[in-house]
């Protein structure tokens, strides 16, 4: 039921994501220039101004100074206000999902369960970012996702809410998408997408689990396909530049823990 109860935690939430997006966006950046990310006040990324709080305010600041530098002029990295604005977004979805169904969830895990979600949707936004803008996956973050990840499924089954076979069907998954993508990796000679793709696919495959995984390795190929050949007729790339496939894994996990069970009834019902 909604609320003013709940729509005024939704502002709230909303708030803080942008608040953290705003964090995160300074972690991107400078993490990808090699900069500590912290030490330091908020600066300018071009002229070393620092910035001054009421220019710092997420989304508005940006809207205010029309995306330029205060003192220098220079564009604002549009990143800043893209992640402000999903990590807002992301918090509203973790909220509303929180209140409407992980309620169900039995002890401790309503109170892990949340938290669980909350942080594999922040490392994935991040990654997202880092291999969109710089073409790399950090391997620090997907060793935080594959332990989060993994030691998430294995309490869920030792609690037993997971069953065992779904557990062994998860990881047969898993291990069956790093195969294949390590051969295309060897078959492209890397050209096609890099390792940092193949070591992604270990912690999507065990979070997606049977038969997600497929639907989520599906969705990729067939949106990198989309955008290559819309990249292409545009005359932005030509076929040897390589185009990070990091984002379009990411995108289609999303897609696949919402809406992978009916995509893949969909599918079956097309081949049988
Ligand atoms: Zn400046």
């Not at 990070?244 to 992978?260: C, N, V």
Request: positive net charge.
């Amino acid at each position: 039921m909604l609320t003013g109860w709940f729509l005024f935690g939704a502002l709230i939430l909303f708030t803080l994501g942008t608040i953290f997006g705003s964090f995160l966006s300074v972690v991107i950046l400078r993490s990808m220039r090699g900069e500590s990310w912290v030490s330091g006040s908020s600066r300018c990324d071009e002229c070393g101004q620092p910035i001054r709080w009421y220019d710092n305010i997420p989304l508005l600041s940006f809207i205010m100074l029309r995306g330029e530098c205060r003192r220098c002029h220079k564009p604002i990295h549009p990143l800043h206000f893209v992640v402000e604005l999903l990590t807002g977004v992301l918090f509203v979805w973790w909220y509303s999902g929180f209140f409407l169904f992980f309620q169900l969830a039995e002890q401790p895990f309503r109170i892990i369960q949340p938290l669980f979600w909350l942080a594999v949707a922040v490392i994935l936004l991040v990654i997202f970012f880092t291999d969109l803008l710089y073409m790399i996956i950090p391997d620090e973050a997907v060793a935080i996702l594959l332990v989060l990840v993994g030691g998430y499924r294995f309490a869920l089954v030792i609690f037993g809410i997971m069953r065992q076979q779904d557990m062994v069907a998860t990881l047969l998954a898993t291990v069956a998408a790093i195969v294949a993508f390590l051969c295309l990796y060897l078959i492209t000679k890397g050209r096609g997408f890099g390792l940092g793709d193949v070591k992604l696919i270990a912690p999507l495959g065990l979070l997606l689990g049977w038969p997600n995984t497929l639907v989520m390795v599906f969705l990729a190929f067939v949106f990198g396909a989309l955008v290559g050949i819309f990249l292409l007729l545009l005359g932005k790339r030509t076929m040897k530049q390589p185009i990070p496939f990091g984002p379009f894994l990411i995108a289609a996990t999303f897609l696949s823990l919402i809406w992978g069970d009916a995509i893949f009834q969909w599918y079956l019902q097309l081949i049988l």
